[in-house]
């Protein structure tokens, strides 16, 4: 069956520092995929999406890459400030044409001052 | 603009007990999905739907039933709760518009079963 890995493990970052962010999947071959962030009680807001024939996409401080060879894609958080202290979610879509997705569990990162 | 909104933001049922969960969206989407988060699970799709009058099984759909009789609109039926559908429930929305598209989400309705 499809799985979608991201570390369980909470990231702490000192401010300033580029925080990097893992999502790797087997048993998928996704179309494209979606990273969102998701604050302490509320919903997820999307952030970025790639597709499978793009190598990287970047917005502001965000870069994430794809790499349909190692199943894996790498989401980057450059200058980090404690406001970005989140979980963020990796989402894999297929071509189905209806967006759906299948989330990955989130990975927390908390930005220290 | 109101974007996605969830109707109740917080319910304890007692199990067997029934309820609606409200989802509605005023971005003329013609996609929409119910979700639910668990700790240590991640978001798993319920039901969705690709327009007005149409719903599909997701993931996890045992226990639930939907309906989708406008477009604006989606609702998450329980209809004999147990405590194993305690959880946070969240909808979404997406657009159809070529390529691929981003899920516009609610705020949630926690949703406990005693």
């Known amino acids: 069956s499809q799985k979608i890995e991201q570390n369980s493990e909470a990231l702490n970052i000192q401010e300033g520092k580029t925080a990097t962010l893992t999502c790797n999947y087997t048993n998928y071959s996704p179309a494209y995929l979606q990273w969102y962030r998701q604050d302490p009680g509320r919903g997820p807001v999307f952030l970025l999406l790639i597709r499978e024939n793009e190598k990287e996409k970047r917005k502001e401080r965000l870069k994430v890459t794809f790499d349909t060879t190692l199943k894996q894609s790498l989401f980057h958080i450059t200058a980090s400030q404690p406001a970005d202290s989140a979980t963020y979610l990796c989402a894999l879509g297929d071509d189905g044409g209806n967006n759906r997705l299948a989330f990955g569990k989130g990975n927390q990162v908390v930005v220290i001052p | 603009n109101a974007g996605v909104t969830q109707t109740p933001k917080f319910r304890v049922l007692k199990t067997g007990q029934s309820m609606t969960l409200l989802c509605a969206q005023d971005?003329?989407?013609?996609?929409m999905y119910w979700y639910r988060q668990d700790p240590g699970m991640g978001l798993r799709l319920i039901h969705y739907?690709?327009?007005?009058?149409?719903?599909a099984k997701g993931e996890v759909p045992d226990g639930y039933n939907v309906s989708r009789l406008k477009k604006q609109n989606f609702l998450l039926g329980l209809e004999s709760a147990a405590p194993s559908q305690t959880s946070v429930y969240f909808c979404a929305s997406s657009p159809q518009r070529g390529g691929y598209n981003e899920q516009f989400f609610g705020p949630g309705t926690r949703l406990t079963v005693l």
């Open positions: 971005m003329n989407h013609e996609y």
């Open positions: 739907s690709v327009g007005e009058g149409t719903t």
